[in-house]
């Protein structure tokens, strides 16, 4: 219940959907429309509304990470999911009642672990989808084995880890792992899941071959569980094809929306490349003075720029918006990001690194400049940076308790001039291009990741009909 899950969530269902395959898609009544605004052309998939609990410390309404109002309760919003398992076990009921409907598997986001119980109730396989790529996983998993006291380390001692070809440091990790806070509220919770995770069937990742294939391995190990290769997700969707082949209305609405409009416009003055898209994902924080930095930063770059703003509270300087009015476009509603990232003029993507944006941003071929604020974003920026060298870092310091301090607007307008106009951003431009054409490769008929999601399905009936229920895949 968070939009960077669900829309992996629903390219994957679409892109089973197409391979013949019923889906049935639970979720709660807030969470419905937006998933229902997003796949309106597929008839095998269904929706399957259940009550979201009313408890105490979340507002009414607030069915989806993205609505929490503070960062403070995504604790107590995880928490209130388990209260889901009732419902979400007269779903599977009604549906194993029915002969034609009994589940081959459930598809389980990592953050709902009880589903594991819920599952070997009913004698179903789990399969567990995160939305993090294999090799940000890995090294998760090796600096506990590797580097048992990470919290004692200053944040600028490099972490050289086995087989991870660049040096991290401990605050690319997410904060649980390094605070060295045992009480940490998210710890318990992290435990439930790993626990969860060993009992599954397989894990399915939004990532390919030919981007992460060499860490299967160890993902594997670490999980106790085989993975699926099946992305970049977002690149299975036929629907955008289908909806051209019917002239439907959806494509002129793309079409025809203002940042797309303006980005022809772009296109047409300057030529493709040329403006920097800057979003920082579905969950992220700023304080108002990091958006005044973010503000002139941009400003001061002179490069053309399309900035979707989370933020109720910010206001820009004055006289701000009448200065940069002919380069700028300020957006302060959701956006259709990969509409945008796959438009000719978009030339760099100044991005938090969640896993989704960093696969959008690279199979359109467009090179990042990474700004982790929290999560493993810190392991993708450098993964994405220095690994698959596809992208620059806008360099971060921390105060003495290792908390990032406000960038300011000379390092955040160097650092986009450098990656639209500077060598290495060029580099990481054409790094970008060739991952993008191997993504869209992963996905295509034969592909690595198209192969893969048509061995998953086959594993999954094939041994149904012969066994009654899919075989252990570790056996
Ligand atoms: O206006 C908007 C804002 C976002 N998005 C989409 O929302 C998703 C956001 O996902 P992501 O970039 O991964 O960011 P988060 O929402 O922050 O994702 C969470 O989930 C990811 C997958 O597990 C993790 O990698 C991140 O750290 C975690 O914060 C992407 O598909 C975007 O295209 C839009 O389409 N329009």
């Not at 939009?3 to 089973?16: E, I, M, V």
């Not at 507002?59 to 609505?67: D, F, I, K, L, S």
């Not at 789990?126 to 919290?151: D, K, Q, W, Y």
């Not at 060295?180 to 439930?192: A, F, R, T, V, Y």
Request: proline share 7%; charged share 25%.
């Amino acid at each position: 219940m968070a939009q960077g899950h669900t829309l992996p969530l629903l390219d994957l269902s679409k892109a089973l959907a197409s391979r013949g395959t019923r889906v049935t898609i639970i979720t709660t009544p807030a969470n419905a429309p937006f998933i229902l605004s997003k796949n309106s052309t597929h008839p095998t998939i269904s929706l399957s509304i259940i009550p979201f609990p009313k408890v105490e410390e979340l507002p009414e309404g607030c069915e989806n990470v993205n609505h929490l109002p503070s960062p403070d309760l995504f604790v107590p919003f995880i928490n209130a999911t388990k209260l889901l398992q009732q419902p979400f076990e007269d779903v599977l009921k009604e549906l194993c009642d029915s002969d034609s409907t009994t589940p081959i598997c459930v598809i389980s986001d990592m953050f709902l672990p009880w589903t594991v119980d819920s599952c070997c109730l009913f004698d179903i396989p789990r399969i567990v989808f995160s939305g993090m790529g294999v090799l940000p996983t890995v090294i998760e998993r090796n600096a506990s084995l590797h580097v048992p006291c990470i919290s004692s380390l200053l944040h600028s001692e490099p972490i050289n880890l086995p087989s991870v070809p660049f040096p991290l440091n401990k605050t690319d990790f997410p904060d649980f792992a390094w605070r060295g806070d045992e009480e940490h509220p998210m710890l318990p919770i992290i435990s439930e899941i790993k626990q969860a995770e060993s009992h599954s069937w397989g894990y399915v990742v939004n990532s390919f071959e030919e981007l992460e294939g060499d860490h299967v391995a160890a993902f594997e190990n670490h999980k106790e569980t085989k993975a699926w290769l099946v992305g970049p997700l977002l690149l299975h969707d036929q629907s955008k094809q289908d909806l051209m082949n019917s002239g439907s209305k959806d494509v002129d609405q793309k079409q025809f929306s203002p940042y797309i409009k303006w980005l022809d416009q772009k296109m047409e003055g300057l030529g493709p490349g040329n403006v920097i898209y800057v979003a920082f994902g579905s969950q992220s924080y700023m304080t108002d003075l990091q958006m005044e930095e973010i503000a002139l930063g941009l400003e001061m770059a002179g490069q053309p720029f399309i900035w979707v703003v989370r933020s109720r509270t910010w206001v820009p300087p004055v006289g701000w918006e009448d200065r940069v009015k002919e380069r700028g476009l300020v957006i302060r509603d959701w956006v259709d990001q990969r509409g945008i990232l796959e438009h000719p003029a978009i030339g760099g993507f100044l991005t938090h690194c969640g896993w989704n944006s960093v696969l959008e941003g690279l199979s359109m071929g467009v090179p990042l400049l990474a700004w982790p604020m929290g999560a493993e974003q810190g392991l993708n920026a450098r993964y994405t940076a220095m690994g698959l060298k596809a992208g620059l870092m806008v360099l971060q310091e921390r105060d003495a308790k290792d908390d990032p301090m406000t960038v300011q607007h000379n390092v955040i307008c160097d650092s986009v001039k450098e990656l639209m106009r500077g060598d290495q951003g060029k580099k990481a431009r054409e790094r970008a291009q060739e991952l993008g054409r191997k993504a869209r490769q992963a996905v295509e008929k034969g592909g690595s990741s198209d192969k893969k999601l048509d061995e998953l399905i086959e594993c999954l009936t094939l041994k149904t009909r012969i066994q009654g229920r899919p075989a252990d895949p570790k056996g």
